[in-house]
């Protein structure tokens, strides 16, 4: 269970590059400390990138060195542990990595994971993610999944209600695309982040926007009733401080 007995979502707009070795971003902290724990356990699902192995291994060395208890669930070709649910029901934070949301979440349907996330979720597991673990936990998104051009995604969890984008200003045609995708009302109405700013949720609700840096925002996109949407810039609420961006990469 999470510090304050709540259930926490952090939806990371990006990290804006590759972290050097053995830094844990800024963001993935402010995670961990929702956690509470003194040495969270941590569980990294990197199936939206068909569990790369570098990435697992640049995860453990982070966050070892920042004194969590790391492990992983891996999917590919088949899973490194008898009992997904049992492993992921035993964490403090659950971390979703980056790739492709639209493969990651028909993987995770076949092996069961949605409601053994959400379980998690509601025994007070911290959730969190980027890019496309970011999406995963809404209704939908923007996403390259299917090819080079940004497409609407629909077939998210449903934790949290509306859409999701993220690198909405780190990626020039993401704003113009969601905004039109809203506009359209193919995908709800939601939230938008900048690389170096995620959506904290507690419940269902909107708590605030966490950035690692000034500057970095998030943005509530609505449709207008004219064709159009509306944008709404939210400045984070918290900023995480000088001293934890120097023990950690920009990205």
Known sequence: MAADGQRHILAIGGFGGRPPAQRLPALIRYALDLSGAVRPRVCVLNTAA?????????????????????SHLQLFAMPNV??????????????????SVANMIAVWAVHGLADILHQAWDAGVVLAGVSAGAICWFEGGTTDSFGPDLRPFTAGLGFLPGSYCPHYSSEPARRPRYQSLVADRILAPGIACDDGAAAHFTGTELAGIVAEHPGAAGYLVRPDGRGGVTEQALTASVTLSPEADQDQPEG
């Not at 068909?50 to 790391?70: C, K, N």
């Not at 008898?82 to 790739?99: K, M, N, S, W, Y």
């Open 82 to 99: 008898p009992d997904p649910a049992e492993l992921l029901l035993a964490q403090d934070v659950i971390f979703v990595g980056g790739g």
């Open 50 to 70: 068909g569990d790369e192995p570098t990435a697992f291994v640049r995860m453990y060395a982070a966050l070892s060195q920042h004194g969590a208890i790391p």
